[in-house]
């Protein structure tokens, strides 16, 4: 194992003193005994079920070589859609699936939607304010093959859509998209829009690896500002996030690649400038080329109001030298600038025996804490089990994670792990069915019963794509939805914080915080829904710090199980 699993980054902003803690015990709810299988008996946490037929995915979905999936409800009735990129050869094109409720979907065939692509970001967002949700195709276009490179598709109600990409200033013919997000970085009212571009050009079919920063016009024209606002050329992202890490009230944006991590921190004033000895805190030995690092997330893990990065990995044989997803704590501001601390070892994140690029801090058994999924998938007697570190609370401030879906099959084998060319490691793994990884896996509840479901697209064709129904039994839930009238209707930015009932603004009392955003973790995109588990709080109160300085919304004793939409 290589030795940036166990060694802590420092910078002149992080904390001079190593912490080493070990995982507090907890007793975890006994789910099925599946002994029989090999798992270790109530081990593991989570209950998902595979119900991608039942479901009405399949057959459409099947065959695709996916690398791209973002959700959002596109006609208003409640319930999440889903869009499907992939890598276009000889599988099937882009695919736009619409959800009728009662956990149903069906295929919407919009000839146009089906993008012959090598698409790595989906993302829906209102891009022209008008209260519904447009959508952005990334895509790493190449002159030899006949795909398509970014496209944007206006949304003119109920879900139909039109291609508006010629000359709107968000799809240059030669740029390498990947990850997509979006924010309101000048707090006009307007979202802008943020693609990653691929450092590799043997990858990317562009000349350059710069990253972009396009400025909303309105009317769904965008403009590139990417060097005005101050994002470096040559700066690439794998994968990008946005949001509000030194609590200024402005958004701030993370791009994640093999060729460097490195956070921006907004002025306030339209421009961006590197956090001080970013790219040395989030340094990490062994990238570059094929060891690439993909996704990221910034949620708040201890609830100290202060948001966390978590960072996937895409390693070229983590079955022989394993890698673990990194975390790290913000150990607070001083004159604006953030410190952050990597935390990986002490937090108890297991180096991973396979690529695992997309990553989320999410609470998958609405117990309170926020849980760190992987996009990877193990299974045992047919049953797929996720790789999520369960969040065990906090011990001298460092939150605890136990991870257990290694342990459900014997993979990697002796045999496994003497494999040296990744084509004979990859056709092993799709053949005998043990483990899988996907590059994108964003969570969404799409049957709005208050567990956050999964979706994978499978990047082999013959191996199946996953929608995961999360059937945890856990505490209660809520989930917010902003619409906000005197900003972006989708309130992106907005900081929304929780406490118990009668608790509101007492720090010491915090039980969750996060940002709205739409658009991370890798090739991702999930619905601007935050979403937070309560355990055994039936009340909550909500605190709403609106961006760009716009003010505080407040929202005292909120019944829990519910999806509430506030109108600001």
Same mark, same amino acid.
């Given at each position: 194992?290589?030795?940036?699993?166990?060694?802590?980054?420092?910078?002149?902003?992080?904390?001079?003193?190593?912490?080493?803690?070990?995982?507090?015990?907890?007793?975890?709810?006994?789910?099925?005994?599946?002994?029989?299988?090999?798992?270790?008996?109530?081990?593991?946490?989570?209950?998902?079920?595979?119900?991608?037929?039942?479901?009405?995915?399949?057959?459409?979905?099947?065959?695709?070589?996916?690398?791209?999936?973002?959700?959002?409800?596109?006609?208003?009735?409640?319930?999440?859609?889903?869009?499907?990129?992939?890598?276009?050869?000889?599988?099937?094109?882009?695919?736009?699936?619409?959800?009728?409720?009662?956990?149903?979907?069906?295929?919407?065939?919009?000839?146009?939607?089906?993008?012959?692509?090598?698409?790595?970001?989906?993302?829906?967002?209102?891009?022209?304010?008008?209260?519904?949700?447009?959508?952005?195709?990334?895509?790493?276009?190449?002159?030899?093959?006949?795909?398509?490179?970014?496209?944007?598709?206006?949304?003119?109600?109920?879900?139909?859509?039109?291609?508006?990409?010629?000359?709107?200033?968000?799809?240059?013919?030669?740029?390498?998209?990947?990850?997509?997000?979006?924010?309101?970085?000048?707090?006009?009212?307007?979202?802008?829009?943020?693609?990653?571009?691929?450092?590799?050009?043997?990858?990317?079919?562009?000349?350059?690896?710069?990253?972009?920063?396009?400025?909303?016009?309105?009317?769904?024209?965008?403009?590139?500002?990417? =060097? @005005?606002?101050?994002?470096?050329?040559?700066?690439? &992202?794998?994968? !990008?996030?946005?949001? %509000?890490?030194? $609590? *200024? #009230? +402005?958004?701030?944006?993370?791009?994640?690649?093999?060729?460097?991590?490195?956070?921006?921190?907004?002025?306030?004033?339209?421009?961006?400038?590197?956090?001080?000895?970013?790219?040395?805190?989030?340094?990490?030995?062994?990238?570059?080329?094929?060891?690439?690092?993909?996704?990221?997330?910034?949620?708040?893990?201890?609830?100290?109001?202060?948001?966390?990065?978590?960072?996937?990995?895409?390693?070229?044989?983590?079955?022989?030298?394993?890698?673990?997803?990194?975390?790290?704590?913000?150990?607070?501001?001083?004159?604006?600038?953030?410190?952050?601390?990597?935390?990986?070892? =002490? @937090?108890?994140?297991?180096?991973?025996?396979?690529? &695992?690029?997309? !990553?989320?801090?999410? %609470?998958?058994? $609405? *117990? #309170? +804490?926020?849980?760190?999924?992987?996009?990877?998938?193990?299974?045992?007697?047919?049953?797929?089990?996720?790789?999520?570190?369960?969040?065990?609370?906090?011990?001298?401030?460092?939150?605890?994670?136990?991870?257990?879906?290694?342990?459900?099959?014997?993979?990697?084998?002796?045999?496994?792990?003497?494999?040296?060319?990744?084509?004979?490691?990859?056709?092993?793994?799709?053949?005998?069915?043990?483990?899988?990884?996907?590059?994108?896996?964003?969570?969404?509840?799409?049957?709005?019963?208050?567990?956050?479901?999964?979706?994978?697209?499978?990047?082999?064709?013959?191996?199946?794509?996953?929608?995961?129904?999360?059937?945890?039994?856990? &505490?209660?839930?809520?989930?917010?939805?902003?619409?906000?009238?005197? #900003?972006?209707?989708?309130?992106?930015?907005?900081?929304?914080?929780?406490?118990?009932?009668?608790?509101?603004?007492?720090?010491?009392?915090?039980?969750?915080?996060?940002?709205?955003?739409?658009?991370?973790?890798?090739?991702?995109?999930?619905?601007?829904?935050?979403?937070?588990?309560?355990?055994?709080?039936?009340?909550?109160?909500?605190?709403?710090?609106?961006?760009?300085?716009?003010?505080?919304?407040?929202?005292?004793?909120?019944?829990?199980?519910?999806?509430?939409?506030?109108?600001?």
């Amino acid at each position: 194992m290589r030795s940036q699993c166990t060694n802590f980054v420092n910078s002149i902003f992080a904390v001079a003193w190593l912490l080493v803690a070990t995982c507090a015990d907890s007793e975890l709810p006994a789910q099925e005994s599946p002994a029989d299988r090999g798992i270790r008996a109530g081990s593991y946490p989570f209950v998902f079920s595979d119900v991608g037929d039942k479901a009405g995915l399949f057959p459409s979905i099947a065959g695709i070589q996916g690398h791209a999936a973002g959700w959002g409800d596109v006609d208003g009735d409640g319930f999440i859609d889903l869009y499907v990129g992939t890598f276009h050869s000889e599988g099937k094109p882009n695919l736009l699936f619409r959800n009728e409720g009662k956990g149903k979907f069906r295929f919407d065939d919009q000839e146009h939607l089906r993008l012959h692509s090598r698409a790595s970001g989906s993302l829906f967002a209102d891009l022209d304010n008008d209260g519904d949700l447009d959508l952005f195709v990334s895509s790493m276009p190449q002159p030899q093959k006949d795909v398509v490179g970014c496209t944007l598709f206006r949304n003119d109600g109920g879900g139909k859509f039109t291609d508006v990409s010629k000359d709107n200033g968000a799809c240059p013919t030669a740029f390498g998209g990947r990850s997509a997000t979006v924010l309101d970085f000048d707090g006009d009212g307007l979202l802008d829009l943020l693609v990653g571009e691929d450092p590799l050009p043997r990858y990317n079919g562009s000349t350059t690896k710069s990253s972009r920063l396009f400025r909303n016009l309105g009317k769904l024209q965008l403009e590139d500002v990417s =060097a @005005a606002a101050g994002l470096t050329a040559d700066t690439p &992202g794998y994968g !990008v996030a946005a949001a %509000d890490v030194n $609590n *200024d #009230g +402005w958004p701030d944006f993370f791009l994640a690649s093999s060729a460097g991590n490195v956070l921006f921190l907004n002025d306030g004033h339209g421009k961006f400038r590197e956090a001080p000895g970013s790219r040395k805190v989030f340094a990490w030995d062994g990238t570059g080329g094929d060891n690439m690092v993909c996704g990221v997330s910034m949620v708040d893990v201890n609830r100290d109001g202060l948001l966390d990065v978590i960072l996937g990995q895409h390693f070229k044989a983590p079955w022989r030298e394993p890698v673990p997803a990194r975390l790290y704590l913000h150990r607070g501001n001083k004159d604006g600038n953030p410190a952050y601390e990597d935390i990986t070892a =002490a @937090a108890g994140l297991k180096p991973l025996p396979i690529k &695992g690029p997309h !990553v989320e801090i999410q %609470d998958f058994d $609405n *117990d #309170g +804490w926020p849980d760190i999924y992987v996009s990877i998938v193990k299974f045992a007697g047919e049953r797929p089990y996720p790789l999520i570190y369960k969040h065990l609370g906090n011990k001298e401030g460092i939150p605890q994670f136990r991870e257990d879906a290694l342990g459900v099959n014997d993979f990697p084998t002796a045999e496994d792990l003497a494999i040296k060319r990744s084509g004979e490691f990859f056709d092993k793994v799709v053949r005998d069915k043990k483990i899988i990884y996907m590059a994108p896996g964003p969570s969404g509840d799409y049957d709005n019963d208050g567990r956050l479901d999964l979706f994978l697209p499978n990047w082999w064709a013959t191996s199946r794509s996953l929608l995961l129904h999360n059937e945890t039994p856990g &505490g209660n839930w809520l989930q917010v939805q902003l619409q906000w009238e005197r #900003g972006n209707r989708m309130g992106i930015g907005a900081k929304l914080k929780i406490y118990p009932a009668g608790k509101l603004g007492d720090a010491a009392q915090l039980l969750g915080c996060r940002d709205m955003a739409a658009g991370y973790g890798y090739a991702s995109a999930q619905p601007a829904i935050a979403h937070f588990g309560l355990g055994e709080l039936t009340s909550v109160d909500l605190e709403i710090i609106l961006p760009h300085g716009k003010g505080t919304v407040s929202q005292k004793g909120i019944k829990a199980n519910q999806k509430l939409t506030l109108k600001l």
